[in-house]
């Protein structure tokens, strides 16, 4: 009985049939138009960003992969991976970055860069970050 009650709405899209008009400035902008303009640019710089260096998708920052796809490899150009080295030695395991070409696909010769250990890449980083700071 429900179904016969519903009622059922259709959208005729205006094709050309009545008279269609744009209208600017008919109430105020959730952004300026200067920082509009600024986020179009970042955008931009970004996708460029994404085809020098190959990847495929830029997300969100977590705070497991902080350095997601920002690192970028001195030798081959590639991008760093975070990559957790397990073993039943549960002192022996471990979370390092290496560059994602660093092994041999279909006859290519693979990266010899090293891996960076990943508290090293947090220690380095926050010590860049505090000389930075200090400078200003």
């Known amino acids: 009985m429900e179904a016969l009650t519903q ?31 600024a986020v179009q640019l970042e955008r931009e710089r970004r996708k460029a960003f994404m085809e020098k260096y190959n ?17 970028i490899c001195g030798c081959c150009g ?17 979370t390092v970055w290496q560059c994602n070409n660093k092994y041999a696909v279909k006859g290519r010769k693979g990266c010899d860069n090293r ?14 970050s505090l000389m930075r700071l200090a400078k200003i």
């Open 115 to 128: 891996h960076i250990d990943d508290e090293v890449l947090y220690m380095r980083y926050l010590f860049l």
């Open 7 to 37: 009622r059922i709405s259709f959208h005729i899209e205006n094709k050309g049939e009545v008279a269609q008009y744009y209208v600017e400035e008919s109430h105020p902008p959730i952004i300026d138009r200067d920082t509009w303009k």
């Open 55 to 71: 990847i495929q998708k830029m997300d969100y920052i977590t705070n497991d992969n902080t350095f997601m796809d920002r690192i």
């Open 78 to 94: 590639g991008v760093y991976g975070r990559k957790i080295w397990n073993s039943n030695d549960e002192r022996l395991k471990r």
